[in-house]
């Protein structure tokens, strides 16, 4: 070979010449990556096993707990260790993904234990029953607004249009009624698919002791309304829901001058254009709307997506739950601290859960810390869905389901 023959002849060299040598060097040093890969297989099999007899033992300290009464989630041993693991490394730079790793190895084992408690039967009490179809007491639904408000038109579109119904100035008014048996579901908007949620309505499923039953979809087609005699040249002043207004706004961009007044929803907007009786008042609303205050369309399908559709969801004061009920929403809240969102997440992962939604709400009570509202595709009497409940309950610091429909 040409490199020993050099090493061998004592000629003086170039500088670049040593360079070449260093390097071919190196890589004679160096394995193949095909050697490093075989050896990176063969420790990969040494931690499946190693991990596979972790979790038999883990199996045996679950068996332990259930004839004892002891919780899964033991935090003071956790930490304990985390710390003992950490020692145990050599290079500092290894010390955080050591601990990582023994937080998720940790995470399953709990996650195997609830698997554990829920077959002997040991599942969270969750306290809802199952029904055919919603039953009525009262017979009454109540939504917020007035004749013609959105909230009216997807109660309608649930419960059909001879249901007897009221409404209230407020949502949380809604919820009242429902509390003190005035009527026996309330319809409420909790998201539109262009503004976004109805942050207040989830504040109230937390405050109220109501739980969703069911949702209905509706597709939103906003107008511009005026007086009979009115033209679109004569419009001011526009009136209408703060959503309204916003999912509307390419439209209103196109006239900067007029003034926006929010009001309460769409269907009072109409309402105050006809008690002012003005020309240069206007409303968005909808077309149905219209049609029930004998106002002019001055301008159709304002709002800016094509798509525009409401969520609304029903609730009631009984924790039911439809048989072919495939969506639960609940509520948790979580620590301050580093991962504690994604280890509540990770329950749902562990039990192949389909997240679908996540919302973050502040709470009232502490600055910059949030609780979250999460929907998933399931249902309460499956198996998955009951060790993801387990976890949660167990590891969080509150949890409330909201509903199941």
Same mark, same amino acid.
Request: proline content about 2%; some cysteine; glycine content about 4%.
């Given at each position: 070979?040409?490199?020993?023959?050099?090493?061998?002849?004592?000629?003086?060299?170039?500088?670049?010449?040593?360079?070449?040598?260093?390097?071919?060097?190196?890589?004679?040093?160096?394995?193949?990556?095909?050697?490093?890969?075989?050896?990176?297989?063969?420790?990969? $099999?040494?931690?499946?096993?190693?991990?596979?007899?972790?979790?038999?033992?883990?199996?045996?300290?679950?068996?332990?707990?259930?004839?004892?009464?002891?919780?899964?989630?033991?935090?003071?041993?956790?930490?304990? =260790?985390?710390? =003992?693991?950490?020692?145990?490394?050599?290079?500092?730079?290894?010390?955080?993904?050591?601990?990582?790793?023994?937080?998720?190895?940790?995470?399953?084992?709990?996650?195997?234990?609830?698997?554990?408690?829920?077959?002997?039967?040991?599942?969270?009490?969750?306290?809802?029953?199952?029904?055919?179809?919603?039953?009525?007491?009262? $017979?009454?639904?109540?939504?917020?607004?007035?004749?013609?408000?959105?909230?009216?038109?997807?109660?309608?579109?649930?419960?059909?249009? *001879?249901?007897?119904?009221?409404?209230?100035?407020?949502? $949380?008014?809604?919820?009242?009624?429902?509390?003190?048996?005035?009527?026996?579901? !309330?319809?409420?908007?909790?998201?539109?698919?262009?503004?976004?949620?109805?942050?207040?309505?989830? *504040?109230?499923?937390?405050?109220?002791?109501?739980?969703?039953?069911?949702?209905?979809?509706?597709?939103?087609?906003?107008?511009?309304?005026?007086?009979? *005699?009115?033209?679109?040249?004569?419009?001011?002043?526009?009136?209408?829901?703060?959503?309204?207004?916003?999912?509307?706004?390419?439209?209103?961009?196109?006239?900067?001058?007029?003034?926006?007044?929010?009001?309460?929803?769409?269907?009072?907007?109409?309402?105050?254009?006809?008690?002012?009786?003005?020309?240069? $008042?206007?409303?968005? !609303?909808?077309?149905?709307?219209?049609?029930?205050?004998?106002?002019?369309?001055?301008?159709?399908?304002?709002?800016?997506?094509?798509?525009?559709?409401?969520?609304?969801?029903?609730?009631?004061?009984?924790?039911?739950?439809?048989?072919?009920?495939?969506?639960?929403?609940?509520?948790?809240?979580?620590?301050?601290?580093?991962?504690?969102?994604?280890?509540?997440?990770?329950?749902?992962?562990?039990?192949?859960?389909?997240?679908?939604?996540?919302?973050?709400?502040?709470?009232?009570?502490?600055?910059?810390?949030?609780?979250?509202?999460?929907?998933?595709?399931?249902?309460?009497?499956?198996?998955?869905?009951?060790?993801?409940?387990?976890?949660?309950?167990?590891?969080?610091?509150?949890?409330?389901?909201?509903?199941?429909?």
């Amino acid at each position: 070979m040409i490199l020993p023959v050099f090493l061998c002849q004592n000629l003086p060299l170039r500088p670049d010449c040593y360079m070449i040598i260093e390097n071919t060097l190196r890589m004679w040093r160096m394995k193949d990556l095909d050697e490093i890969r075989r050896e990176i297989d063969e420790i990969d $099999r040494q931690i499946v096993s190693l991990y596979e007899e972790r979790m038999q033992r883990t199996t045996e300290v679950a068996e332990y707990k259930i004839s004892t009464g002891k919780q899964v989630l033991d935090r003071q041993r956790e930490a304990q =260790k985390l710390e =003992k693991v950490k020692s145990l490394v050599r290079g500092a730079e290894n010390r955080y993904g050591v601990k990582e790793l023994f937080e998720q190895i940790m995470a399953m084992s709990r996650k195997r234990q609830y698997q554990l408690l829920n077959r002997r039967g040991l599942t969270p009490e969750i306290g809802f029953v199952q029904v055919d179809r919603l039953p009525f007491y009262t $017979r009454k639904v109540v939504y917020q607004g007035v004749e013609g408000a959105y909230s009216q038109l997807a109660m309608k579109a649930y419960f059909g249009e *001879d249901t007897e119904s009221f409404h209230v100035d407020t949502w $949380r008014e809604a919820m009242e009624a429902i509390q003190k048996r005035e009527a026996d579901y !309330a319809v409420l908007p909790i998201e539109n698919s262009s503004a976004g949620i109805v942050g207040e309505n989830f *504040d109230l499923m937390l405050e109220y002791d109501n739980y969703i039953v069911a949702e209905q979809t509706i597709k939103i087609e906003h107008a511009l309304l005026g007086l009979p *005699d009115a033209e679109l040249s004569d419009v001011q002043t526009v009136y209408s829901h703060p959503q309204a207004l916003m999912q509307s706004v390419d439209f209103l961009n196109e006239h900067k001058s007029w003034e926006r007044i929010p009001v309460k929803n769409t269907a009072m907007a109409a309402k105050q254009v006809v008690k002012e009786q003005r020309r240069d $008042r206007a409303a968005i !609303a909808s077309q149905v709307t219209a049609d029930i205050y004998g106002l002019k369309v001055l301008k159709n399908n304002i709002n800016y997506s094509e798509d525009n559709s409401t969520r609304f969801i029903i609730v009631g004061g009984e924790k039911l739950q439809m048989k072919e009920a495939a969506k639960v929403s609940i509520c948790f809240e979580v620590s301050h601290e580093s991962g504690s969102l994604y280890r509540m997440l990770s329950h749902f992962m562990f039990n192949n859960l389909n997240m679908v939604k996540i919302e973050s709400r502040p709470m009232k009570d502490k600055s910059f810390e949030y609780r979250f509202f999460v929907d998933l595709d399931g249902n309460l009497n499956d198996g998955a869905m009951q060790n993801a409940l387990k976890g949660l309950q167990e590891e969080a610091l509150y949890v409330k389901v909201l509903g199941n429909y």
